[in-house]
């Protein structure tokens, strides 16, 4: 049994700046398909067509690593995650990252960072340096140090 519902939702586009692009947000109406399977939102919500379009979005990255060890319980945490798409910093760019470590010893941390610029590594590709510090959890904190993988890596 499908039942339709009148929805309005508010979309907040990010449209890269390097191709002609900008930040707008869109409201709009349309009928929220909800069925046993799940629920369906048709493509004309989005304007969007399957067809292959230049897009607006731009590049991420991969990224995995370990925090440093706590020595007074000792341990550390992995983790691992995807990028934000790439923000335009300077004559180079940046990306955000955001996530949870691995749950060890009875807790985890939020691993949060803004990259550092794109460094090249050949072949026209890059990958991107990080350091931090994570979330304060269970009385302690870890530090974290790695490079992002290569963006794109078959193409």
Excluded: W
């Amino acid at each position: 049994m499908k039942i339709s519902l009148p929805i309005f939702k508010e979309f907040y586009v990010y449209s890269n700046p390097l191709n002609a692009c900008s930040y707008y947000k869109i409201r709009r109406s349309f009928d929220l398909s909800i069925s046993k399977g799940g629920i369906a939102v048709p493509d004309e919500v989005f304007d969007c067509k399957r067809e292959e379009e230049q897009s607006c979005q731009t590049h991420v990255h991969e990224y995995l690593g370990s925090t440093t060890i706590f020595e007074e319980i000792p341990h550390n945490h992995r983790f691992a995650g995807v990028t934000s798409e790439a923000i335009p910093s300077g004559n180079s760019h940046v990306h955000q990252l955001l996530g949870n470590s691995d749950f060890a010893v009875g807790h985890l941390h939020e691993v949060g960072a803004r990259t550092g610029p794109a460094i090249p590594v050949g072949g026209g590709k890059h990958v991107h340096f990080v350091n931090g510090t994570t979330t304060l959890d269970r009385g302690h904190v870890h530090q974290f140090t790695f490079a992002t993988l290569i963006e794109d890596p078959i193409d």
